[in-house]
C-alpha cells in the first residue's frame, strides 16, 4: 500500500533521507521510530504530497506521489505533528468544512461528520469552539479529520505526543478499531512502548537511514539480542546460582530486587530447562517470569552508536 | 551623616529609573534590538532620510559651480534652511510610525509565546514591564534621531535655522512617538496580532494629521464663530500636527501659518503626562491580562454578556452551514466572524463623515473638493483593508500551521485562491457600493461631473486587483501575517519612490482626481481628452497588470515552501 524506492531529501547539504526503501502492506499498523531529526517527518510530509523529494520514489495504492498528487490526496489521510486550528470555527463547522474540501456532497455532509464524531467520542463537543478543546481533544478531532473522506491510508506523525496518559489510551483504542476498519496506518511516536502494543511492523530511521525494518521477532533475530528471564526461588538462592551458571544455553545470571536475573540467547526454549533444573537441584520455584524484548531496547540497541 | 548618606544612596537606588524599570529594558535593548527587522527598518529610515536630504540640496545648491560667490551663498543658505526642516519633518513624520511598529508586538508576542505567565512568576511588575517595553525600544528610536543631531548642529550655520527650531523638532518628535509608542503599547495588550494593533493607531495618528489639516483650512477659508474658533485653538495645542505646522511655518519661505513657537514645550509636556497616563492604562490592564494568562480567570463579564469576546460569541453562536465554495465560506468567517460587523463600521463612518459635514458651514458638501477628500478617505481605507486581508489570508494559515492540512485536501491552487480573493471583494464591497451610490446621488443632483462614476469604476478595480495580488504574494512568501502586510504596504510606498509617476497616479489619488473631472472642461481644454485617456491608462493598465502578476505568482506558490523552511517543494500543479 505505501512503498519508497530510494528516498532521499536533502535541504541544501543537510541530508534528512538518504535512499530510503520502505514498504508497508495492506491493513498493518507501521510504527515509524527515530530521534529528533532522523528523518521521520520529511517520509511522511513527503508521502502527503507537501514535500518534493530530492530524488527517489514514492507510492501510495500504486500511485506516484509525485505525479498523481490529487489521486494519492483522495487516497491519504493525514495528521502533522503539530496541527493547527480555525479557531474562528466550531468543531462541528470545522469538520464540515473539511468534508467540502473532499469534494463530499452536501447531502452525505452531515451524516459523514456525525459517523466521525462518534467514531472518536465526540459528539459532546460538537458545538464547542476548536480552540477552546483540550490537547487531547484536538488531537481526537486531527483523527476526525483525517478520516472524513474515508481514506486507505492514514499518515499520523506523532499522534499521541503531550497527551496525558488515559488520552494515549484512548488514541491507542481508536486506531486498533481503525485497523479493524481496515486501515493502512503509519504512525510515528518517540512513546515507543505505545506502538510495540499495536505495530505490526516498525521500521528504525536514524540520520535519514533506514536502520531496521521489520516484526518485532524479526528484531530479535536479527539483531541477535539476548533475551532475560527473571527467577526467584524459595530457600538458597546462592545455590540456585550457582545450578543456573553451570548451564552452557545461560550467558549471565546476577542477583536483583530479590530475583536472579537470567540472560540467555535469543532462540532458546530455556524456561522449561530452569524449572526443570532449578526442581532437580532442590530448589522451590516462586516465580519464572520470561522478560520480553522492550521496543526501547531495541530502538536503544538499534541506533547506538549511530547518533553523534 | 554617613547614615543619612547611606540613607539617601539607597533611597535614590530604589527609585533608580533604569532600576524602576528593571530587567525587561535590559532585555529588550539586548534581545529585541539586535532582531533582523529592527536592523531593516532602521537601514530603510537612514536610507529614505539620505535620498531626501540629497534631492533637498542638490535641488537648491546644485552641481553647477558656475554662479557668483553672493548667489552661491544665498543658495547655501537656502538649503541649509530647507534641509534642516527636511530632517526634521522627516523625523517628525516617520519616528512615531516606527514607535508605532517597534512596540505594536510588544506585549502580544509575550502572550503569544506564554512567557507572560512565566514573568507573572517572577519579582517584575506589570509596571516594569511597560515601562521597560516602552523605554527599551523607544530608546532604538532615540538612536535614529540622534544620528540627525551632527548634521543639524553643522547646516543650521548656513541657513541661519534658530535653535528653538531644531529643539522644537526633536522634542516634538520624541513626544509625539512616545504617544504613538504607549498607544501601540496599550493595543498591543488586547490585540493579539501586531499589524492590527499597528493599523489602528496609525489610523489614530492620521486621524490627528487630518484634524490638524481640517482646522488649519476652516480658520485660513471659513472661520468659525468666536467660540469655535477659542476651542480651535485649545484642539490646535493638543494636536502635535498642527504644533509642527505652526512652528515649522515660521521657517517656510513666506513665513505663513500661525505663529506659535512659544506653545511647543507647553504641548510636549502635555503629550508626556498624556502617554504617561497611557502607559498607567497599560500597566493595569496588563496587569489583568497577566492574571488571566497565569491562572485562566474568568473574562470580563460585560464582555461576555455582549459577547465581545471571541471565544464566548463563536460557542454561543449556531452552526453556520456551508453554502457555496468551502474556502469563501471559511474565509468569511475568519476575516468578519459577525456578519453585522462591517455594516456597523461603515455605518459609523458614514454617520461621522455626513455629521461634520452638516455642521460645518459653508456648504461644504456641493464642493468638489470635499467629495475628493471623501473619495480619497473611503478608497484609502477599502485598499488599507483589502491588503490587510490579502496579506493575511495565507500568511495566517501558514502561521496558525492550518495550511498543510488544506493543502492535503482535493481543493487546487486556483480554488483556495479564487475563494480567499472572493471572500476579500464580498467583504469590502459595502464600502465600495456605499462610495459609488454617494458619487451617483452627487452626480444625479449636478455636484459632481458624469465622468465621476466612470473614474471610479476605471480607477478602483485596478487598484483592488493590484492590492490583492501583492497582498496574496507577499502572504505566501512570508512567514507571520505582520511580516506580509508590512512588506504588502511597504511595496507600494517604495515602488512610488523608485517610479514617482506610478506613485502620482495611485488608485487613492485617481479616486480624488475622478470627483473634480468636469466634461467641459475635458473638451474645450487643449489635450483634455488626451489628459483623460493617459489618466485612466495609467493605473488600468500598471495596476491592473502589476495585480495579476503578483496573483498568478501567488498561485505558483501556494505549494512552495509549505512549512517555511526557505525549501523549494512543489507537488500539485502536476498533481
Same mark, same amino acid.
Given at each position: ?51 518534493? &523529494? ?16 490529487? /489521486? ?20 462541528? /463547522? ?10 463530499? /456532497? @452536501?447531502?452525505? @455532509? ?23 478543546? !483540550? ?23 506523532? &499522534? ?5 496518559? @488515559? ?25 515507543? !512502548? ?53 548451564? &552452557? ?40 517470569? &520470561? ?18 | ?57 542638490? +535641488? ?37 510610525? =516606527?514607535?508605532?511598529?517597534? =512596540?505594536?508586538?510588544?506585549? +502580544? ?33 532615540? =538612536? ?45 495588550? +488586547? ?43 485649545? =484642539? ?82 449556531? *452552526? ?95 480554488? *483556495? ?96 482626481? +475622478? ?61
Amino acid at each position: 500500500m505505501i512503498e519508497t524506492q530510494k528516498l532521499s531529501k536533502y535541504y541544501g547539504n543537510l541530508a534528512a533521507l538518504v535512499d530510503l526503501d520502505l514498504k508497508i502492506e495492506q491493513g498493518d499498523i507501521f510504527g515509524f521510530i527515530g530521534p529528533n531529526g532522523a528523518g521521520k517527518t520529511t517520509t511522511m510530509r513527503i508521502l502527503a504530497t507537501l514535500l518534493e &523529494p530530492t530524488r527517489g520514489r514514492a507510492f501510495i495504492d500504486g500511485l506516484d506521489v509525485m505525479r498523481t498528487g490529487k /489521486e494519492v490526496r483522495r487516497r491519504v489521510g493525514y495528521m502533522p505533528d503539530f496541527m493547527g486550528v480555525y479557531d474562528d470555527l466550531k468543531v462541528f /463547522e470545522y469538520l464540515e468544512f473539511f468534508a467540502a474540501a473532499f469534494n463530499i /456532497e @452536501r447531502k452525505k @455532509r452531515k451524516a459523514i461528520v456525525e459517523g466521525v464524531l462518534e467514531l472518536t467520542d465526540l459528539q459532546g463537543k460538537r458545538t464547542a469552539a476548536v480552540d477552546s478543546l !483540550s490537547r487531547g481533544m484536538q488531537q481526537r478531532l486531527g483523527l476526525a479529520r483525517v478520516l472524513i473522506h474515508d481514506p486507505k491510508v492514514l499518515i499520523l506523525d506523532e &499522534p499521541a505526543s503531550g497527551l496525558d496518559p @488515559r488520552a494515549r489510551i484512548e488514541i491507542r483504542e481508536l486506531l486498533r478499531e481503525l485497523k479493524r476498519m481496515g486501515k493502512t496506518i503509519m504512525i510515528s511516536s518517540h512513546i515507543l !512502548s505505545e506502538l510495540e502494543e499495536i505495530c505490526d511492523h516498525v521500521g528504525i530511521i536514524e540520520h535519514g537511514k533506514m536502520v531496521f525494518s521489520g516484526t518485532m521477532d524479526e528484531i530479535r533475530r536479527q539483531m541477535g539480542i539476548q533475551s532475560k528471564m527473571r527467577v526467584r526461588v524459595a530457600g538458597d538462592r546462592d545455590r540456585a546460582f550457582e545450578v543456573l551458571s553451570s548451564l &552452557p544455553q545461560i550467558k549471565e545470571v546476577r542477583p536483583e530486587d530479590g530475583y536472579l536475573a537470567v540472560t540467555y540467547a535469543e532462540g532458546h526454549e530455556i524456561d522449561g530447562t530452569i524449572a526443570r533444573t532449578l526442581v532437580q537441584a532442590g530448589l522451590d520455584v516462586i516465580a519464572l517470569e &520470561p522478560e520480553q524484548l522492550k521496543l526501547d531496547n531495541a530502538f536503544l540497541q538499534l541506533t547506538k552508536g549511530i547518533v553523534h | 551623616m554617613r547614615q543619612k548618606a547611606t540613607q539617601i544612596l539607597t533611597w535614590m537606588n530604589r527609585y533608580n529609573p533604569i532600576d524602576l524599570a528593571g530587567p525587561i529594558v535590559d532585555k529588550e535593548l539586548r534581545v529585541a534590538a539586535g532582531r533582523k527587522r529592527y536592523y531593516f527598518l532602521r537601514t530603510l529610515y537612514i536610507a529614505i532620510l539620505t535620498l531626501f536630504l540629497a534631492s533637498v540640496w542638490f +535641488s537648491h545648491v546644485g552641481v553647477s559651480p558656475v554662479r557668483a560667490g553672493a548667489l552661491r551663498a544665498a543658495d547655501m543658505s537656502s538649503a541649509g534652511r530647507m534641509t534642516i526642516i527636511t530632517i526634521v519633518s522627516f523625523q517628525f513624520i516617520t519616528l512615531p510610525i =516606527l514607535a508605532v511598529v517597534l =512596540l505594536s508586538n510588544s506585549v +502580544s508576542d509575550e502572550i503569544r509565546q506564554g512567557t507572560l505567565a512565566v514573568l507573572m512568576t517572577t519579582p517584575i511588575n506589570a509596571l516594569q514591564i511597560v515601562v521597560g517595553k516602552l523605554f527599551g525600544r523607544l530608546l532604538v528610536l532615540v =538612536l535614529l534621531l540622534a544620528i540627525s543631531f551632527p548634521l543639524l548642529s553643522i547646516v543650521r550655520v548656513f541657513g541661519g535655522v534658530p535653535w528653538t527650531f531644531v529643539l522644537a523638532g526633536v522634542f516634538l518628535t520624541f513626544t509625539t512617538s512616545m504617544l504613538g509608542g504607549s498607544l501601540s503599547l496599550l493595543a498591543s495588550i +488586547s490585540i493579539r496580532q501586531a499589524y492590527r494593533s499597528t493599523i489602528l493607531v496609525i489610523l489614530i495618528l492620521v486621524f490627528l494629521f487630518l484634524a490638524a489639516i481640517a482646522i488649519h483650512t476652516w480658520n485660513t477659508v471659513g472661520g468659525p464663530p468666536k467660540w469655535l474658533k477659542e476651542m480651535t485653538g485649545f =484642539l490646535r495645542f493638543l494636536n502635535p500636527y498642527a504644533i509642527f505646522y505652526g512652528v515649522s511655518s515660521t521657517l517656510l519661505p513666506g513665513g505663513g501659518g500661525p505663529q506659535i513657537m512659544n506653545g511647543w514645550f507647553g504641548h510636549c509636556l502635555f503629550m508626556v503626562f498624556l502617554s504617561s497616563g497611557i502607559a498607567l492604562l497599560a500597566t493595569i490592564r496588563l496587569r489583568k491580562v497577566m492574571l488571566t494568562e497565569a491562572f485562566g480567570g474568568e473574562k470580563n463579564s460585560l464582555r461576555r454578556w455582549f459577547r465581545l469576546d471571541r471565544k464566548t460569541f463563536i460557542e454561543r453562536r449556531a *452552526i453556520r452551514p456551508i453554502r457555496g465554495e468551502c474556502v469563501i465560506w471559511k474565509e468569511l468567517q475568519r476575516i468578519r466572524p459577525r456578519t453585522i460587523q462591517p455594516f456597523l463600521f461603515y455605518g459609523a463612518m458614514a454617520l461621522f463623515i455626513y455629521t461634520i459635514t452638516i455642521l460645518v458651514p459653508g456648504r461644504i458638501v456641493l464642493s468638489k473638493t470635499f467629495h475628493s477628500w471623501f473619495a480619497g478617505i473611503l478608497v484609502l481605507t477599502g485598499l488599507i483593508r483589502t491588503a490587510s486581508l490579502a496579506a493575511g489570508s495565507v500568511a495566517s494559515e501558514r502561521e496558525g500551521r492550518c495550511w498543510p492540512l488544506l493543502l492535503t485536501t482535493l481543493l487546487d491552487e486556483k480554488q *483556495i485562491i479564487r475563494g480567499k480573493v472572493v471572500a476579500i471583494l464580498i467583504d469590502t464591497a459595502p464600502l465600495w457600493i456605499w462610495l459609488f451610490l454617494h458619487t451617483v446621488l452627487f452626480t444625479a443632483i449636478g455636484v459632481l461631473d458624469p465622468l465621476a462614476p466612470f473614474g471610479l469604476l476605471l480607477t478602483i478595480p485596478p487598484g483592488i486587483l493590484f492590492f490583492i495580488g501583492l497582498g496574496m504574494y507577499f502572504g505566501t512568501r512570508l512567514k507571520t501575517v505582520t511580516g506580509a502586510v508590512a512588506v504588502t504596504f511597504a511595496a507600494p510606498i517604495g515602488m512610488s519612490f523608485l517610479f514617482p509617476l506610478l506613485g502620482f497616479a495611485n488608485p487613492i489619488f485617481c479616486a480624488a482626481w +475622478s470627483m473634480q473631472l468636469s466634461t467641459e472642461d475635458l473638451l474645450t481644454e487643449p489635450f483634455g481628452l488626451v489628459f483623460l485617456g493617459s489618466f485612466a491608462a495609467a493605473p488600468i493598465i500598471v495596476y491592473a497588470t502589476l495585480g495579476l502578476v503578483f496573483l498568478w505568482q501567488a498561485r505558483c506558490r501556494v505549494r512552495r515552501d509549505v512549512f517555511g523552511l526557505g525549501q523549494v517543494d512543489v507537488i500539485g500543479p502536476r498533481g
